[in-house]
């Protein structure tokens, strides 16, 4: 038996919100951006070539943005959670890894951002 370890990638997608400690990032807001890896098995698509049998980026895209703009978060980790949870009571994928970049984080460095990244399964 061969297990699929196949995935969705989304790259990349920003979103203009209001997660951060401090006051001024929560009125303000900033620009964050998101990566995503959905695993999912996509042999049946692969075959079939029909959307019903996969995961409708948009439909993703979608669902992330409305979770991510739901609440002004303090820290990235819980925003990151939450997005993980929504895709996984959502979607059929056995497990997601999402990355949250903050690349105007007030932080006096030169850096291209801060960023979380975690990885959840499904429990059932």
Same mark, same amino acid.
Do not use: C
């Given at each position: 038996?061969?297990?699929?370890? +196949?995935?969705?990638?989304? &790259?990349?997608? *920003?979103?203009?919100? /209001?997660?951060?400690? @401090?006051?001024?990032?929560?009125? #303000?807001? !900033? ?7 959905? /695993?999912? +098995?996509?042999?049946?698509?692969? #075959?079939?070539? #029909?959307?019903? +049998?996969? =995961?409708?980026? %948009?439909?993703?895209? &979608? ?6 703009? #739901?609440?002004? @978060?303090?820290?990235?980790? *819980?925003?990151?959670? &939450? ?6 009571? *959502?979607? $059929?994928? %056995? %497990?997601?890894?999402? !990355? =949250?970049?903050? $690349?105007?984080? $007030?932080? !006096?460095?030169?850096? +291209? /951002? =801060? %960023?979380?990244?975690?990885? &959840?399964? !499904?429990?059932?």
């Amino acid at each position: 038996m061969v297990i699929a370890m +196949d995935s969705i990638q989304i &790259r990349g997608l *920003r979103i203009f919100a /209001y997660h951060g400690v @401090n006051s001024f990032e929560k009125e #303000k807001g !900033q620009p964050f951006e998101l990566d995503l890896i959905l /695993y999912i +098995d996509l042999s049946a698509a692969g #075959k079939t070539d #029909k959307l019903e +049998d996969t =995961v409708n980026y %948009s439909d993703v895209i &979608r669902l992330v943005t409305a979770v991510f703009l #739901k609440e002004k @978060n303090d820290l990235i980790e *819980r925003t990151a959670e &939450r997005v993980a949870e929504a895709i996984l009571s *959502r979607f $059929p994928v %056995s %497990s997601v890894t999402v !990355q =949250v970049k903050k $690349p105007e984080a $007030p932080i !006096q460095a030169d850096l +291209d /951002y =801060v %960023s979380v990244e975690i990885t &959840r399964n !499904q429990t059932n």
